[in-house]
């Protein structure tokens, strides 16, 4: 199992920015990060939870949410056992609490039904 913990979130002005971290751990059975898909997920309240970005194991492909795309950048550091997501240009609707999650496998996924390890999630505020 992996074990994941974000950091990062916080208040920020509408326009600003923030840098999301998820710090994890290797698997059990020594499967290494490097096979491992991670993604960033985020639910505000009275919402479902919602896709915001993917990373391959490799780090090679990153998928987004076209509600980020070209304002968010995911990537990781595998050696450092650690992914980010760096948020800029910032909304009031992306104010949520946003998770980092993993999935068995190299390959990114949209459905969070697709990842077996969840962070506990970090509170992300912009206000106007």
């Known amino acids: 199992q992996v074990q994941l913990v974000e950091s990062g979130g916080g208040l920020v002005q509408l326009g600003g920015s923030l840098k999301l971290s998820c710090a994890a751990s290797?698997?059990?059975?020594?499967?290494?990060?490097?096979?491992?898909?991670m993604a960033w997920f985020r639910q505000a309240p009275g919402k479902e939870r919602e896709f915001v970005a993917a990373?391959?194991?490799?780090?090679?492909?990153?998928d987004y949410a076209d509600s980020v795309q070209g304002r968010f950048l995911i990537s990781r550091d595998n050696a450092a056992n650690t992914v980010f997501l760096q948020m800029n240009s910032l909304k009031t609707e992306d104010t949520a609490l946003y998770y980092c999650?993993?999935?068995?496998?190299?390959?990114?996924?949209?459905?969070?039904?697709?990842?077996?390890?969840w962070g506990q999630g970090t509170q992300v505020t912009v206000s106007s």
């Open positions: 999650a993993a999935r068995s496998g190299p390959f990114t996924q949209r459905n969070a039904r697709l990842y077996s390890d």
């Open positions: 290797r698997r059990y059975f020594g499967r290494d990060l490097g096979r491992t898909a």
């Open positions: 990373i391959s194991g490799s780090g090679s492909y990153m």
